[in-house]
Nanobody, 116 residues
Framework: EVQLVESGGGLVQPGGSLRLSCAASGFTFNSFAMSWVRQAPGKGLEWVSAIASDGGSTRYLDSVKGRFTISRDNAKNTLYLQLNSLKPEDTAVYYC?????????WGQGTRVTVSS
């Protein structure tokens, strides 16, 4: 059974930093690309970043480029998202996501609140 468990969210002031983690199990982690998707209060889902299975390539939403960094440790079956220079508009629940031929798998999410 595929399991994705996010952690690391919290309340942070504007300009602050957080590191999100996603522990994966139940599938061959190093064979799958991974993504982070967020949902702000009262809004729809928004793709944030993605990383290739070997970590060799990454992509970002324009509004987070230069502030967020996605990475993975395939030896630990863990995906990360480093969030720097946080803004109030980054407030959201952040989900890690992967897909295979049968569909998409989501974690339960971790909440990030950026507020003074």
């Amino acid at each position: 059974e595929v399991q994705l468990v996010e952690s690391g969210g919290g309340l942070v002031q504007p300009g602050g930093s957080l590191r999100l983690s996603c522990a994966a199990s139940g599938f061959t982690f190093n064979s799958f690309a991974m993504s982070w998707v967020r949902q702000a209060p009262g809004k729809g889902l928004e793709w944030v970043s993605a990383i290739a299975s070997d970590g060799g390539s990454t992509r970002y939403l324009d509004s987070v480029k230069g502030r967020f960094t996605i990475s993975r440790d395939n030896a630990k079956n863990t995906l990360y998202l480093q969030l720097n220079s946080l803004k109030p508009e980054d407030t959201a629940v952040y989900y890690c996501v992967t897909t295979d031929e049968t569909g998409a798998y989501w974690g339960q999410g971790t909440r990030v609140t950026v507020s003074s």
